[in-house]
């Protein structure tokens, strides 16, 4: 016998082979009908999987049925077997190789020597959702590895049988059938049959793939899928996606002409100056926020010597991601891919007392990290990138107090960017790791703590940390929902004592300071790439590359123009003319396709009576002002949140 945990703490007995749904069976009729897995010890199983003593430590088991969070996953892993199948049965010779699922869905990787197009999407859409309607039975089956290689060759699957003879000895081997003419190498678990997939999947696109990811190999075919629930989860999910492409920066960089990127500088930004405005004015308002909150800003070094790499104990982690080059005096110099090593030997000058703690050191770093040009993507990653860095060199009783600053501070200017904190995770030791198990326990602890006491919940992930401490990590989310991960505070015992940091205590001995590495934005490339998505390209004013364009009715009005734009200029503000000769509409049409805020209509009444015309982005109205009138209002809806005063910031 064995004894299963419900999620109501009650325990029952079951013989060994009870399937999951045999206890489904036995606790309802309407719930053995909607079961599709089950969920033992965390673990997803086939419902039809017999449960033996083995497959049991705590014996929690829970039903789920197809809405269950859990089964999406296996959702969407069913429907790359379709897929397969699908691609199959149209198009007979296809060898099939590996189908994992992907963040919203699943791709498959084939083997055929005709390439596949576009075209061919919506007839294997069309096969797979016949597959779906035949309810075909999925089976598990536990099959001897020699056989299975066998099995697998002669139905002319290569990849299937390399992938058997590559397994650990003494791995259980599986088959799934589906059906009674297809079958695939699977772990599993899978639904009970292909009817449970629904119909809520669209093929999204084609791409090619080297077979296990070396380019000495084979090539191979993928076909990228989503999958959902349901048809209604699907439709908002491709809205989504559509909304993406609308807001996609790289679109929106090329219309607004902010950057470019180019195959000679791979991964490096051409800020073109309009970008460059909307940079500046997003580095000078950290830096306001930064000085504000009595951070000390320093600048170090682009290149250093090896020595201070291996002794950080950076060269060894990420000596593979750095840009080297060599003197003819025979020293070896790194282009830094961090500043945190900089910003110690800065800390290392002259004696510090326990009473100069906390330091607060911050950098706008501009920094190098070699990335393979396949996971470049536009500003978002790239090799060339500036971290709005800091260093909080404090004691350790500090940790506490300057955790709660910085959050406090990270959701100021989150709310003041218009984006909003989605979550906080605490990251924790990695497998490959600087210092000991007892200073990681002691760091650890100490961050949860600090967070605890900065009044945030954390989410716990495994293997995440820094190479050498902890870290917190924050989580926006945009105007569309998706989040990205920017902020990062992280505790660290070990940078300290590899390059001999310290400052002399209370009671006169030299003790090791805390270092807090942190930063709000990240960096100010992927930062930007994320505001101009969130926006759209429609920053809010304070923001904007530029503020104000002055458009003219007719050429009576130049002077006029150039008068208003140099009085809105004299008070702060980006402004434009557009003094050509086009009508005024389109004009308006398109300085609204490139973002601008305000549209400042000029013509001859105008020039006449000293007045201006002002059309808001997103408002079919205009505001007819006098010229100071204009200045006043645009001043001050053109004023950083930070500058608002107190109930601002």
Not at 264 to 283: D, I, N, Q, S
Not at 394 to 420: K, P, W
Request: with cysteine.
């Amino acid at each position: 016998m064995i004894d299963l945990v419900f999620p109501d703490g009650s325990v029952r007995s079951y013989p060994v082979g009870t399937r999951g749904r045999d206890v489904a069976a036995g606790l309802s009729k309407s719930l053995e009908k909607k079961a599709v897995l089950i969920k033992l010890d965390g673990t997803l199983l086939d419902i039809d999987r017999p449960l033996t003593s083995d497959l049991l430590t705590d014996g929690k088991i829970e039903i789920l049925t197809r809405d269950a969070e859990d089964a999406l996953e296996v959702i969407r892993h069913d429907t790359a077997h379709v897929l397969a199948q699908a691609v199959q049965e149209l198009f007979p010779g296809t060898q099939v190789t590996i189908g994992p699922n992907v963040e919203n869905g699943f791709y498959y990787d084939f083997a055929r020597d005709e390439p596949f197009s576009l075209d061919d999407l919506p007839k294997i859409e069309a096969r797979m959702r016949q597959i779906v309607e035949r309810d075909e039975p999925i089976r598990r089956e536990v099959v001897d590895r020699d056989a299975a290689i066998a099995d697998f060759e002669a139905m002319g699957e290569a990849y299937k049988a390399e992938i058997i003879r590559g397994l650990p000895d003494g791995e259980t081997v599986t088959v799934y059938h589906q059906g009674a003419a297809w079958k695939d190498l699977c772990r599993g678990p899978h639904l009970p049959s292909t009817k449970h997939v629904g119909k809520g999947f669209k093929l999204t696109k084609l791409a090619g793939a080297y077979w296990r990811g070396d380019q000495n190999n084979a090539q191979l075919q993928r076909i990228y899928g989503t999958a959902w629930a349901s048809e209604a989860d699907l439709a908002e999910h491709m809205t989504r996606i559509e909304e993406a492409e609308k807001r996609d920066h790289r679109r929106i960089g090329r219309i607004m002409n902010l950057f470019h990127l180019q195959e000679e500088g791979k991964g490096m930004v051409f800020w073109h100056p309009k970008g460059w405005a909307l940079y500046r004015t997003l580095e000078a308002y950290m830096r306001r926020r930064l000085e504000k909150e009595g951070y000390q800003e320093v600048k170090t070094p682009q290149v250093l010597d090896r020595s201070l790499w291996e002794k950080s104990g950076h060269w060894e982690k990420f000596g593979k991601n750095m840009f080297v080059c060599e003197t003819d005096e025979g020293d070896t110099l790194a282009v830094k891919p961090m500043n945190c090593p900089g910003h110690v030997q800065i800390f290392n000058v002259g004696q510090k007392s326990y009473r100069d703690l906390p330091l607060r050191m911050a950098e706008f770093g501009s920094c190098h990290r070699y990335e393979p040009s396949g996971g470049l993507h536009g500003i978002m990653r790239v090799r060339s990138f500036t971290q709005d860095d800091a260093h909080i060199f404090c004691r350790e009783e500090q940790i506490e107090e300057e955790t709660t600053r910085f959050v406090a501070l990270l959701n100021s200017v989150y709310d003041q960017l218009g984006v909003t904190l989605h979550s906080i995770k605490l990251a924790l030791r990695p497998d490959v790791r600087a210092g000991s198990d007892e200073v990681w326990d002691q760091a650890e602890a100490k961050l949860e703590r600090a967070a605890t006491a900065a009044g945030v919940s954390v989410e716990l992930l495994p293997n995440e940390g820094a190479f050498y401490g902890p870290k917190l990590e924050f989580h926006l989310r945009d105007a569309i929902g998706r989040t990205w991960q920017c902020g990062t505070l992280q505790l660290d015992f070990v940078t300290p004592e590899r390059l001999d940091a310290e400052y002399i205590a209370e009671n006169g001995t030299k003790v090791r300071p805390v270092m807090l590495h942190r930063a709000i934005l990240g960096t100010f490339e992927r930062f930007l790439g994320i505001l101009i998505e969130n926006y759209g390209g429609a920053f809010p004013l304070w923001l904007a590359p530029v503020q104000v364009v002055v458009a003219t009715i007719t050429s009576d009005a130049d002077d006029y123009a150039r008068t208003v734009a140099a009085a809105l200029a004299a008070v702060g503000l980006r402004v434009e003319t557009d003094l050509r000769n086009e009508k005024i509409n389109y004009k308006v049409r398109e300085h609204s396709l490139t973002k601008t805020p305000v549209i400042c209509v000029v013509g001859r009444k105008e020039a006449e009576t000293g007045q201006v015309a002002l059309r808001h982005l997103g408002s079919d109205g205009q505001t007819i002002l006098t010229l100071q009138e204009a200045l006043s209002a645009l001043k001050h809806q053109a004023t950083p949140p930070d500058l608002l005063g107190p109930a601002a910031a």
